[in-house]
């Protein structure tokens, strides 16, 4: 699938957009970054997949891998690609549609939209990319599903 893939914590989410949308600005802000206070205190993020992301079901649950030759791998733009420290396997838990501020409600619908791939049923939240609060919004929404 053509998307990012950071794993927060324990629990994966898969960044979906178009090409220049944010996806890898995103990964990189997220992966740069301490977790939040409210996390876990050994809760970090790490890189899953950037820009093409493997998936696959396994008990019901969508796991996540990089391609082996992008591994590793993150483009950041205006930089080019560099070399980051990567988890080989996580299980997404939430997916995440890049979307302009003007397209996302201020109150979502509760609960969740709920979008199937391969058969795994999997939230889904609308996030605009390049709000400071960008990351921490994820760790947040990734967190109100436990």
């Known amino acids: 699938m053509h998307a990012t893939c950071v794993l927060l914590g ?3 989410v898969l960044i979906r957009g ?3 949308a944010g996806k890898s600005d995103l990964a990189l802000r997220l992966i740069s970054s301490p977790a ?3 996390a876990h205190p050994a809760a970090h993020a790490i890189l899953v997949a950037d820009d093409i992301v493997r998936l696959h079901v396994a008990n019901a649950r969508l796991i996540a891998s990089p391609p082996p030759e992008i591994a590793g791998k993150l483009e950041v733009r205006g930089v080019g690609i560099v ?3 990567y988890c080989e396997r996580a299980e997404v838990c939430l ?3 890049l979307a302009h501020l003007d397209d996302i409600p201020r109150m979502p619908d509760e609960p969740s939209l709920l979008e199937t791939i ?3 049923s999997l939230p889904r939240i609308s996030l605009y990319p390049f709000e400071p609060s960008a ?3 994820l ?3 990734l967190y109100r599903l436990a």
């Open 10 to 12: 324990q629990r994966a």
């Open 18 to 20: 178009s090409v220049g």
């Open 36 to 38: 939040p206070a409210f």
């Open 83 to 85: 070399n980051v420290d």
């Open 95 to 97: 997916l995440v549609d």
């Open 118 to 120: 391969h058969g795994a």
């Open 135 to 137: 990351p921490v919004k």
């Open 139 to 141: 760790w947040l929404a």
